[in-house]
T-cell receptor
Framework: DADVTQTPRNRITKTGKRIMLECSQTKGHDRMYWYRQDPGLGLRLIYYSFDVKDINKGEISDGYSVSRQAQAKFSLSLESAIPNQTALYFC?????????????FGPGTRLTVL | GEDVEQSLFLSVREGDSSVINCTYTDSSSTYLYWYKQEPGAGLQLLTYIFSNMDMKQDQRLTVLLNKKDKHLSLRIADTQTGDSAIYFCAESLPGTASKLTFGTGTRLQVTL
């Protein structure tokens, strides 16, 4: 069974629509992240959460919002999707702490905004 | 600012060694990482190195860190077709151990 799951895996939508991407984890980690991946740009951090009551903006949070419904669930919303939000979106989790930080990634959601 | 850069593409023959390079700009990095992304999948941690180390070896993988030049490399010995993937380097900074800055990724193609 996958430790970090994302739904949906693929989504095609139209400009202006509201979209929610969901992430669930069974690893028991406190820390969760949302990234987007674009060819030639690597992964860029959108939002991250260190526990249920903690939400922080990443480097590209404009146009996105998040909700941490429980330790195991972290969802990403696009309130009004636009074509340049077409990308591959990844959720990740980590244990946190002062030492090295291994992040565990979900399989990704491919979002296309027409 | 934090910039982590990699070349976009590398092609090697099966059995040869692959060397994937990464440069970063923040000299205060505490840990540097190599992640692997196979087609259609998320990233998986391959290996990492603490900033006070110069080299780390793990089976076919050798990581070299040159702090003076802010250069990180990943050498894969005896490269196999199963090593074909995108490889990302990443860094974490003091006080932000849970936040990673990823490079642009290098696509490794292994040919027969």
């Amino acid at each position: 069974d996958a430790d970090v799951t994302q739904t949906p895996r693929n989504r095609i939508t139209k400009t202006g629509k509201r979209i929610m991407l969901e992430c669930s984890q069974t690893k028991g980690h406190d820390r969760m992240y949302w990234y987007r991946q674009d060819p030639g740009l690597g992964l860029r951090l959108i939002y991250y959460s260190f526990d249920v009551k903690d939400i922080n903006k990443g480097e590209i949070s404009d146009g996105y919002s998040v909700s941490r419904q429980a330790q195991a669930k972290f969802s990403l919303s696009l309130e009004s999707a636009i074509p340049n939000q077409t990308a591959l979106y990844f959720c990740a989790t980590s244990r946190g702490g002062p030492s090295y930080n291994e992040q565990f990634f979900g399989p990704g959601t491919r979002l296309t905004v027409l | 600012g934090e910039d982590v850069e990699q070349s976009l593409f590398l092609s090697v023959r099966e059995g040869d060694s692959s060397v994937i390079n990464c440069t970063y700009t923040d000299s205060s990095s505490t840990y540097l990482y190599w992640y692997k992304q196979e087609p259609g999948a998320g990233l998986q941690l391959l290996t990492y190195i603490f900033s006070n180390m110069d080299m780390k070896q793990d089976q076919r993988l050798t990581v070299l860190l040159n702090k003076k030049d802010k250069h990180l490399s990943l050498r894969i010995a005896d490269t196999q077709t199963g090593d074909s993937a995108i490889y990302f380097c990443a860094e974490s900074l003091p006080g932000t151990a849970s936040k990673l800055t990823f490079g642009t990724g290098t696509r490794l193609q292994v040919t027969l």
